[in-house]
């Protein structure tokens, strides 16, 4: 038992720095992963990938002008993400361009941008916890931003449900009805990147969007329902996390990459385990129902 | 006689090319209005005009004031694969009584059974939408009409992928919401089934060619006109020239005008 206790309880017990991480972690989840689920279910889960770049430019700004900073770096990230968001969606909506497309062609020249931005003045150093982050050097700052973030995203999701719910399941007929398609649409890309920006600070840039989309995807294997699988996303998010900082308090590891493959080895077991996964497809069933 | 739906010389189309050419007439309150003609002669357009989806090139299409519109896309944007139940599909239709934000009551949950039995799906309330058959979902999305409890039914090809018997079912259904002073077009592409179940008709080929009491408007002599009228686009097609400025007028009624209207299209080619 006390094992157990030595190696889940004690370090977050001990060290006022994994509980920070843990906390943050946690909030993120609950955050990030209802909105991953949705974004998976529009079929924009490269789109997440693709905003999570578009930030990078907005955050070097940031750090160009005050160092490594949060509160500026968070919100460079946050305009460029709304820029690349906006401009993206506007491409696709006026001209022919698909939304793939563009989004692309935005985020690669904001990939590029930020890269060099980070590089006038920044070292390696420097430009690895841009990109990784360093969940284990939470502030007060970043925890007070985090919990903003998920507060205001569960109550979007709250306000807007059923609006996101019709947009992905009959857009034709939300526009038939109601004039909110659009509007609920740039909610729900503000949200990606506003949690986004809230994942970079513990996750990096590149990480921020697997604690988005991996616990999504996993979710996807076990339910058929919309309800449900966003509160599984959110639960494997957090044990994710959990398993995560652990692994990289005993293992000497990175935090944030041992956080995102946490959610990996899930979300493989998922695909082989799930109920809607491999094994049950492929087993073959001799009894079957006369109706 | 009210309108409940108004065309004033309606050009509907895509890329300058007209799917709907120089529409006039109302479509009364309380009609029950079957729209007929060949593949490409604008039927669909002409739904998505009303519903206003397609932005007219000229002319207006006006709904009444007040009305409220029920629409049955002939190919939904539907996302089958989107985790979601029969149940969570006709609830949609709740739409415009309880909005974003408003509660689904218990009388609500009700009336969505009630609508489900009505297209002879009781009991699928809890079936996932990716285990529905073609025909199935077709009914499924006819209960959210039925549902939304709208003024104005517009329904694209509503039989497509559906039994003989359930056609009957759902005709009976679209007399009944007739005899309820609901104002109902519907596309339909069975002569027959029109000529028996419908009061009046719409024939189009692009241009209107007939619009009236059904067996009139559906005379051989007008089906003989609408089967005349070329499908595909001409690109080197003159530019309609607006109203009154020389040889194509394109004012007056309906039925003189479509002869004219229908030759301009042709002799360009």
Redesign the interface.
């Known amino acids: 038992m006390s094992a157990v206790y030595d190696w889940a309880i004690a370090p977050f017990a001990e060290f006022a720095f994994m509980q920070r991480a843990l906390l943050g972690a946690v909030l993120l989840s609950i955050s990030a992963c209802p909105v991953g689920v949705f974004l998976m279910l529009r079929r924009m889960s490269l789109t997440g990938d693709a905003m999570a770049h578009a930030i990078l430019p907005g955050a070097a700004v940031g750090f160009l002008l005050y160092g490594l900073e949060i509160v500026p770096m968070t919100l460079g990230g946050l305009i460029a993400g709304v820029v690349v968001a906006l401009g993206a969606g506007a491409v696709s909506r006026l001209t022919i361009q698909k939304e793939d497309a563009s989004m692309a062609a935005f985020y690669l020249i904001s990939l590029a941008l930020g890269v060099l931005i980070v590089s006038l003045r920044g070292s390696n150093v420097d430009l690895m916890h841009v990109l990784f982050g360093t969940v284990l050097a939470l502030n007060d700052d970043a925890l007070v931003l985090i919990a903003s973030i998920a507060a205001v995203t569960l109550v979007a999701l709250a306000v807007f449900w059923r609006a996101l719910v019709a947009e992905c399941l009959d857009p034709l007929f939300l526009r038939s009805v109601s004039r909110l398609g659009p509007p609920v649409h740039f909610v729900f890309l503000g949200l990606v990147v506003l949690n986004l920006v809230g994942g970079f600070q513990a996750l990096g840039t590149l990480l921020a969007v697997g604690l988005m989309m991996l616990p999504a995807a996993a979710a996807r294997f076990w339910t058929s329902r919309v309800e449900p699988m966003c509160l599984l996303a959110v639960g494997f998010g957090i044990v994710s996390c959990v398993a995560g900082l652990l692994l990289s308090y005993h293992a000497g590891l990175p935090s944030g990459p041992a956080i995102i493959l946490s959610a990996g080895v899930i979300y493989a077991l998922s695909i082989i385990a799930g109920t809607r996964g491999v094994l049950a497809a492929r087993v073959p069933r001799n009894a079957h129902r006369t109706a | 006689m009210s309108a409940c739906v108004t065309f004033e010389d309606l050009t509907l189309g895509y890329n300058s090319h007209p799917a709907i050419h120089h529409l006039n007439g109302a479509v009364r309150r309380g009609s029950l209005t079957a729209v007929v003609g060949a593949n490409g002669s604008g039927k669909s357009t002409l739904m998505k005009g009303i ?1 206003g ?1 397609v932005k007219p090139m000229a002319g207006a299409c006006k709904v009444a004031a007040g009305i409220s ?1 029920a ?1 049955l ?1 002939q190919q ?4 089958r694969s ?4 029969v149940v ?2 006709v609830s ?1 239709g709740l ?2 009584r309880r ?3 408003g509660r689904h009551t218990a009388d609500d949950r009700r009336i969505v059974s009630k609508a489900l039995s009505a297209v002879g799906l009781e009991g699928f309330e809890q079936r ?1 939408l ?1 285990t529905l058959s073609g025909g199935q979902l077709q009914r499924t999305l006819f209960a ?1 009409v039925l549902v ?1 409890n709208a003024d104005l039914i517009l329904l694209d090809e509503p039989f497509n992928a559906v039994d003989a018997r359930t056609v009957t079912d759902l005709v009976a259904l679209i007399k009944r919401w007739h005899g309820e002073d609901r104002t109902i077009m519907v596309v339909v592409h069975d002569l027959e089934l029109v000529r028996q179940n419908f009061p009046e008709a719409l024939l189009l080929a692009r241009a209107p060619i007939a619009w009236g009491e059904v067996g009139s408007a559906l005379s051989a002599a007008n089906l003989l006109r609408a089967r005349q009228f070329h499908e595909a686009w001409n690109e080197d097609a003159p530019w309609c020239a607006p109203e009154g400025s020389g040889d194509h007028a394109h004012g007056g009624d309906v039925h003189t005008h479509s002869h004219d209207g229908h030759h301009h299209h042709r002799g360009a080619a």
């Not at chain 2, 939904?76 to 996302?79: A, K, N, P, V, Y």
């Open positions: 519903v989806l519109m629409y896309p939904s944007e539907l996302d989107f985790p979601a139940r969570d599909l949609l739409w415009p909005g974003l934000l996932p990716d959210r939304q």
